[in-house]
């Protein structure tokens, strides 16, 4: 008995002298981030107050399209920036916007926006985060511009491609994976467009106007994660006006919002020219211009006119210092005063293109397969027909600021011939021409686009009955979906319709592959053709992608990140006629009920419903449990259940939690995301997982009180794998 009450004793200490240990380092940890947080603020004081107001000012403004001064005497570095929301943009002249005709500038090219959102899977965010602050830094960038994180409210922006969702929580939770991953290659973000830049229509003069709960609850969530939890350096402030004001002057947004309520202690730019005045901008709480017409950089708002407005009194030299104050504390966050320890970075290594392909192959959404057409085995056939001009268009090298000029691209044209073009006869017909025109700032150029080309579909048709399987690559490209204008309707341009229903008829065994990053009208061809699989523009790996996912080598998994309408009069903004608004005003008279939101609650049957996506397997959801049945409001509830892949293939599920209140003071919509996860499975497999939603989180915003509010009562937590598929509930209460 003493020699077990001894070797306890030995253990107690030995246990006590670990936990010291432990407690010391952490404490040690944290008196060193004090010290050089101390530091920094130290160092920033001593900076600005060695400048001339000259030199402060000289920080505050771009002395070329993206660079901005740096003050040499005092050994603070000049500021690079790039586009690269999904790749670093090609190097652009300091003066001009032509390219400089680099040799070295070619990046890894990732699939955008709603490509990512459409993976459900805030891992594959992180790598990405990572493979382009590694890009930046090889390239000597400090600030990346990007992720775009705007709400997808109309199938018809034009920057849908790029903006991840229509949900804000699912925006908030890939948003939040990426920033923190690029950032810790000492690389800045800049979250954008902030905020509401919803449209390109008039998207420099459009005033929006919206209720402030639908601004708290579904316009602002993402940036909040971004700032909060992202801890993202650099916001961009968006083009339009908000409620009267431009949201790169506007004092409740930038002053009360994001400054006092998110405790964001970064840098606030203008996107490029949207600067707008002096005196307002600099009080309101605007750090940094960019871009504008003038040639004289010194003509700049933020330039001589700023230096003028603090001798006369009209802006404080404190403000100046306050701006001056976060332009350095974003440099010293990405170490940009200690480039010996700073992320040398790489380019263009094999893992970065094997992050590039992993998310262009777990983007793809199988919307349909009738008759198990799909996975093609492709060792099975001996001819196999690619139709349509999007099976050879390299997509990457458009879309504006998201242009990337990627090192390679595969096209679907080029992969399938590379990897089955040995054993099968692959038939090519184009089937239909891009007719549109690209011109910055008018969609014209999509004008007269439905034509339909007879001679092409003719010789799509012959190839096809020649063929034991058809591919048609179909959709839109970037004279559809760019920055700078929004498309005139939600229709297939180019004739697909007919080129498609008639090669269908030709030959049943056929796919039709979606190219594009917003919403288009399938009603047309979901009742002709077996299979649709939608594929997005896929980056520099998109034909090795989308090749492995039709032969089956990679089962698909992705979800869709927005609702597919029958008809666009179904989305709310155009049902209420509140798109792109009239007079240079646009009220958001939908509400909450955004996307799903409105589907959902008016009860309305979409083309595809949000979180949709299909799958070469199949799962089932057995299990599901909360830890308790009645919850305090500071509650945390968790959610167990179990998944099992009943297939034969392995695969992945994103199982989706959502929530709804069934009796409220308000309108509520009739469910809401609030939790998800991609689960792994191989065949027979059964995981258990259990996902967390704090009760605050089922709040909705109190307009008349201004504060968040849980009320008492019943909810009911839904389980499925789409917004319309739901298989498990379970009712909780909430004291």
């Not at 025109?437 to 096809?464: C, H, M, P, Y």
């Not at 063929?467 to 490209?477: E, T």
């Not at 939608?534 to 520099?540: A, K, P, V």
Request: proline share 4%; glycine share 8%; aromatic share 10%.
């Amino acid at each position: 008995m003493n020699v077990l009450i001894l070797k306890l004793k030995i253990m107690m200490k030995t246990c006590f002298q670990i936990l010291s240990f432990i407690l010391l380092t952490a404490g040690m940890a944290n008196a060193q981030q004090t010290l050089n947080d101390n530091y920094q603020k130290e160092k920033i004081r001593s900076l600005i107050s060695q400048m001339t107001l000259q030199e402060k000012v000289s920080l505050l403004h771009a002395n070329s399209k993206f660079y901005v001064s740096g003050v040499k005497r005092l050994g603070i570095p000049e500021w690079a920036l790039s586009d690269g929301p999904h790749g670093v943009r090609a190097e652009i002249n300091r003066h001009d916007w032509a390219y400089a005709g680099w040799t070295t500038d070619s990046a890894t090219c990732f699939p955008p926006g709603t490509a990512l959102a459409a993976t459900w899977n805030p891992a594959l965010a992180v790598k990405q985060g990572l493979v382009l602050g590694e890009e930046a830094r090889f390239r000597k960038k400090d600030v990346l511009l990007g992720p775009g994180i705007n709400i997808i409210r109309s199938p018809l922006c034009g920057r849908n491609f790029e903006y991840m969702s229509e949900d804000p929580f699912l925006i908030s939770k890939m948003a939040v994976a990426y920033i923190k991953a690029l950032q810790s290659k000492d690389v800045a973000v800049s979250v954008k467009h902030w905020i509401a830049n919803n449209q390109e229509t008039h998207r420099d003069s459009v005033d929006v106007q919206m209720s402030e709960r639908a601004l708290r609850e579904i316009y602002l969530p993402g940036f909040k994660a971004a700032v909060t939890e992202g801890g993202a350096y650099t916001v961009m402030a968006a083009y339009n006006k908000f409620r009267g004001d431009w949201c790169s002057e506007n004092e409740y947004l930038n002053r009360q919002i994001l400054r006092k309520e998110l405790g964001f202690k970064g840098v606030l730019m203008t996107d490029w020219a949207a600067a707008h005045t002096t005196v307002k901008a600099a009080l309101t709480g605007l750090d940094l211009e960019m871009g504008t017409d003038k040639k004289d950089y010194n003509e700049w708002y933020f330039a001589d006119p700023l230096i003028k407005a603090v001798e006369r009194g009209e802006v404080p030299l404190s403000v100046v210092d306050e701006k001056v104050g976060n332009v350095l504390r974003v440099m010293f966050k990405t170490k940009m005063f200690d480039e010996s320890n700073r992320e040398k970075g790489k380019m263009n290594t094999p893992e970065h293109q094997k992050a590039a392909y992993n998310s262009a192959a777990e983007a793809a959404v199988l919307l349909q397969n009738k008759g198990n057409i799909l996975p093609i085995s492709f060792n099975k056939i001996k001819s196999v027909a690619i139709i349509g001009d999007n099976a050879t268009r390299k997509q990457c090298g458009a879309g504006l600021s998201s242009e990337i000029k990627a090192l390679y691209e595969i096209t679907p044209l080029e992969a399938i011939k590379q990897k089955f073009g040995a054993n099968v006869k692959v038939n090519f017909a184009r089937g239909y021409e891009k007719q549109s025109t690209f011109k910055e700032g008018s969609n014209r150029g999509q004008s007269n686009s439905d034509n339909v080309d007879w001679k092409l579909i003719q010789e799509a048709v012959k190839v096809a009955k020649e063929s034991d399987v058809v591919i048609i690559f179909g959709g839109l490209n970037h004279d559809f979906d760019t920055e700078s204008f929004d498309r005139q309707n939600m229709d297939l341009p180019y004739g697909q319709e007919v080129l498609m229903r008639e090669v269908a008829k030709a030959n049943p065994k056929t796919v039709v592959v979606i190219v594009a990053g917003s919403p288009v009208k399938l009603a047309g061809i979901v009742n002709q053709v077996p299979a649709i699989l939608w594929s997005w523009y896929g980056g520099m790996e998109a034909g090795n992608a989308v090749a492995d996912v039709l032969s089956g080598k990679v089962n698909p998994s992705g979800k869709l990140p927005f609702t597919i309408p029958v008809a666009l009069d179904q989305s709310p903004a155009h049902a209420l006629g509140n798109f792109p608004g009239k007079d240079l005003k646009v009220n958001y008279e939908e509400d909450v009920l955004v996307g799903y939101r409105w589907f959902d609650t008016k009860k309305i049957q979409p083309q595809f419903p949000f979180g949709y996506g299909l799958s070469y397997t199949g799962f089932a959801l057995s299990g599901f449990s909360t830890d308790k049945n009645i919850y305090e409001k500071d509650g945390i509830i968790h959610a167990k259940f179990a998944v099992k892949n009943t297939g034969r293939r392995y695969g992945a599920e994103v199982v989706q939690l959502y929530v709804s209140d069934p009796v409220s003071s308000v309108l509520r919509p009739e469910k809401e995301l609030k939790a998800f996860e991609k689960v792994f499975l191989q065949p027979g497999e059964t995981k258990t997982v259990e996902l967390q939603v704090k009760v605050s989180d089922l709040a909705f915003y109190d307009e008349t009180k201004k504060t968040w509010k849980v009320e008492a009562g019943e909810f009911v937590l839904q389980l499925g794998n789409s917004s319309r598929n739901i298989s498990k509930t379970v009712k909780i209460s909430v004291k």
